[in-house]
């Protein structure tokens, strides 16, 4: 398994403003991953955080809404900016090890937007 | 592209009732197939797996088996506990350019009494 953080946990933004939320992980990981998890709703999947490189979207996500950084194998950054209360959701890292299917995932960072 | 369909919530039980969660599934390719729980107040853990056709992925009682003929995964218990009150997950990956990638289910919110 994979022991994962995130800080914060949960925050309270005005709209308009911004939030960044960390993942560290334990030890090295293959793949990480961004996801969103709405009220009352299911996960979907932001983008594909690389390493050294630009992260991958997935369609109805833009990098100028939610810019993602991963500078090395064990963390990574996202920030949800120009915040609207449409932002508050549940935001969680994931991480993939190795060349196991196995995904796990962050404790979350819980976001509400006044 | 792929998508995974839940039965609807919520499910309500009495301890020791037989439990079924339906969950299935559309992937072009072989995906692998997830189930996923998220206690209350807490975050998302893997519950079982399965990566293959016919495959039967257990843990803590569920089960769930892969069923390529019917785009099945339907997750199974014979007994609940009240500890198991929780929302269910299914997921699915893709493989492949989607490898790492879950898409989830809406989830299903268990209750269980005594």
């Known amino acids: 398994s994979a022991v994962i953080s995130q800080k914060p946990s949960r925050d309270i933004c005005q709209r308009g403003t911004s939030l960044t939320i960390q993942c560290q992980v334990d030890s090295q990981v293959t793949m990480m991953f961004w996801y969103r998890q709405q009220p009352g709703q299911s996960l979907t999947l932001i983008a594909t955080?690389?390493?050294?490189?630009?992260?991958?979207?997935e369609s109805g996500f833009v990098i100028d809404k939610f810019p993602i950084s991963r500078p090395n194998l064990t963390f990574s950054t996202l920030t949800v900016s120009n915040l609207s209360p449409e932002d508050s959701s549940i935001y969680l890292c994931s991480v993939v090890r190795g060349n196991q299917e196995t995904q796990y995932f962050g404790p979350g960072t819980r976001l509400l937007v006044l | 592209g792929d998508s995974v369909t839940q039965m609807e919530g919520p499910v309500t039980l009495s301890e020791e009732a037989f439990l079924t969660i339906n969950c299935t599934y559309t992937?072009?390719?072989?995906?692998?197939l997830f189930w996923y729980v998220q206690y209350p107040g807490e975050g998302l853990q893997l519950l079982l797996k399965a990566t293959k056709a016919d495959d039967k992925g257990s843990n803590k009682g569920f089960e769930a088996t892969y069923r390529k003929e019917t785009t099945s995964f339907h997750l199974e218990k014979g007994s609940v506990q009240v500890s198991d009150s929780a929302v269910y997950f299914c997921a699915l990956e893709g493989g492949g350019t989607s490898y790492g990638k879950l898409t989830f289910g809406q989830g299903t919110i268990l209750t269980v009494h005594p």
């Open positions: 992937a072009t390719g072989y995906p692998s």
């Open positions: 955080a690389n390493q050294g490189s630009e992260a991958t979207y």
